[in-house]
């Protein structure tokens, strides 16, 4: 059964201007996400990952249009055909904003402090244009109960509630518009361990009942491996490869995920793993380097990778990968980093 195309991302990009002096000169750009391109299909779940500035979050509220994009196109595909979110006009990303809702990561300052839940949950109702008062708290107990929360916690304020309640409250909220995409920015990292478990099988048991689409963003790979049914490795603003969870865990390709993945410790005693610590610097997304932008820590560089940007390319049924390694390159001669048994 061929799958349903939700979201067809192109190209897309996201600069932040770096501006300098009294005028303001514009004089370089922070380049957070550079020429992603990506395709989400209805009902699956498309797991992000990357270590800490890799512009997964970027990504995430570009698709949002909490940032607009720089360049590139998003279509997003309905019942009235594909339209490119970055050219909506104010009604039409309105209506957009309906179907695709955001969970945050931070829980405690998702919620305002000085406002009841019932008035935080209002707000959207109103907006999306439920004018019944009595309709709005039908949908709000409802959603509610959805969540495994009592109903009548919407009169309370959330210093009154534990972080794994607030953010049960969080996915309410987002729920309440009847979204089709949940876009989940970390949305269990500020939770204990064991709240985390009971959060993630919540949403997994939501996905199920409403049909959702799930873009999760998170830097735990043990997390994302129990969510996603697809996981797309960025670095620097880049894709580094895509591929279904099993093959991806199982087959890395990309020395990249090779190293993300050696990372994940092992649940059992005295077992051992081979740790791949990576070398070299941190590239700046200001200034990238030419080629790969990776090859400055990468323990497989070559000479090539230095000078020509890899594409993207297919090596087994669903698993691209961008790297020189897969299309005839030569044998590597200058491995960067090293192993270390754990």
């Known amino acids: 059964m061929e799958k349903e195309v939700l979201f067809d991302i192109t190209h897309l990009q996201k600069y932040f201007p770096i501006r300098k002096g009294f005028l303001k000169k514009h004089v370089g750009d922070v380049k957070a996400v550079d020429d992603v391109s990506v395709t989400v299909y209805k009902n699956e779940t498309l797991g992000i990952v990357g270590e800490s500035g890799c512009g997964k979050t970027t990504f995430g509220k570009s698709i ?59 707000g959207p ?13 039908e949908i709000m ?42 876009v989940c920015d970390e949305p269990v990292s500020a939770l204990d ?4 478990a009971q959060v993630l099988n919540l949403m997994k048991k939501i996905q199920r009942e409403r049909k959702l689409t799930y873009l999760f963003i998170a830097h735990d790979l043990s997390v994302v491996q129990y969510m996603s049914d697809r996981i797309m490795v ?3 603003g880049h894709v580094m490869e895509i591929a279904d969870s099993r093959a991806l865990y199982d087959h890395p390709a990309h020395p990249y ?22 070398e070299g610097d941190v590239a700046s997304p200001i200034n990238k380097p030419p080629g790969c ?50």
């Not at 339209?83 to 405690?108: C, G, S």
């Not at 109702?125 to 708290?137: N, V």
């Not at 323990?299 to 669903?318: D, N, S, Y």
């Open 64 to 122: 949002m249009l909490l940032d607009t994009p720089t360049g590139g196109e998003v279509l997003f595909h309905d019942r009235d055909g594909a339209k490119d979110i970055t050219k909506m006009n104010a009604q039409e990303q309105l209506h957009f904003r309906k179907r695709v809702q955001m969970v945050f990561q931070d829980p405690y300052n998702a919620l305002n402090p000085l406002k009841k839940i019932i008035e935080s949950f209002e």
């Open 125 to 137: 109702l109103k907006l999306h244009g439920i004018k019944d008062k009595a309709e709005r708290e």
């Open 141 to 182: 107990r409802e959603v509610l109960r959805v969540v495994n929360t009592n109903p009548d916690y919407l009169y309370r304020y959330p210093h009154e509630f534990s972080g794994g309640q607030r953010q049960r409250l969080c996915i309410a909220r987002a729920l309440e518009v009847g979204p089709e995409v949940l």
């Open 193 to 196: 361990v064991s709240i985390q």
């Open 234 to 236: 960025m670095y620097l």
């Open 257 to 278: 995920t090779e190293a993300l993945l050696s990372a994940i410790p092992v649940p059992v005693r005295g077992a051992k793993k081979k740790r791949i610590i990576l």
């Open 293 to 342: 932008v990776f090859h400055t820590r990468c323990r497989k560089c070559m000479e090539r990778c230095k000078q020509e940007v890899p594409v993207m390319r297919e090596i087994a049924p669903g698993h691209r990968v961008a790297c020189h390694l897969y299309d005839g390159a030569e044998t590597v001669t200058e491995p960067k980093g090293e192993e270390q048994t754990e």
